[in-house]
């Protein structure tokens, strides 16, 4: 069982310049998740899903897209590369239920900005 | 509105020594908690979650939390600390009515563990 894959696990970008993060999960889980994470800021949310052609902002959207068009899939789009988007994106996936199911975590995509 | 307060954000324990990672959370309804590890250059994995069926909450790797409603903590512990721990943990929050129950995360505690 993979669970949450990302890919790719590291990428360097130019200003201005476009890339798609993978994610995919093989749990079918309802609910998708991305996440940034900054050196001591802890992760923050940038966008989620609660289904296939369901998506909503969260704390940290702007800069980026999202889409479901399946359960599997929630890519993250991020369409004009800046510095501030330098960062570690995490993707995570739970399924339905009580408020106490855990999210299951992706390794990871690195990403630089220059 | 929701917040999680993780008090250090680096602390060194030795080998063998008891291990306390602080969490304090502020809820205006009934939270639910989380603790999760990241090793370097991995993503997040449980450790444990509150349920409020019991308020001492055993976890994997020897790790225990107890929730503390009156004193709105979910503090991490751990009797014996072992090289292996060296990680950072993160203490998260969420509850009925988050939407699609997404994670308010504190900022992460760096445990270092001393020969």
């Known amino acids: 069982n993979a669970g949450v894959t990302q890919t790719p696990k590291f990428r360097i970008l130019k200003i201005g310049q476009s890339m798609t993060l993978q994610c995919a999960q093989d749990m079918n889980h309802n609910y998708m998740y991305w996440y940034r994470q900054d050196p001591g800021m802890g992760l923050k949310l940038i966008y989620y899903s609660v289904g296939a052609g369901i998506t909503d902002k969260g704390e940290v959207p702007n800069g980026y897209n999202v889409s479901r068009s399946t359960t599997e899939d929630f890519p993250l789009r991020l369409e004009l590369a800046a510095p501030s988007q330098t960062s570690v994106y995490f993707c995570a996936s739970r399924s339905r239920g009580q408020p106490n199911q855990p999210q299951h975590f992706g390794d990871g995509t690195r990403l630089s900005i220059l | 509105a929701q917040s999680v307060t993780q008090l250090g954000s680096h602390v060194s324990v030795s080998e063998g020594a008891l291990v306390l990672l602080r969490c304090n959370y502020s809820s205006s309804v009934p939270p639910y908690l989380f603790w999760y590890v990241q090793y370097p250059n991995q993503g997040l994995q449980l450790l444990l979650k509150?349920?409020?069926?019991?308020?001492l909450v055993k976890g994997i790797n020897g790790f225990e939390a107890e929730f503390k409603k009156s004193e709105t903590s979910f503090h991490l512990t751990k009797p014996s600390a072992h090289m292996s721990d060296a990680a950072e943990y993160f203490c998260a929050l969420t509850y009925s009515g988050a939407g699609s129950y997404q994670l308010t995360f504190g900022k992460g505690t760096k445990l270092s563990v001393i020969p």
């Open positions: 509150y349920t409020s069926a019991a308020t």
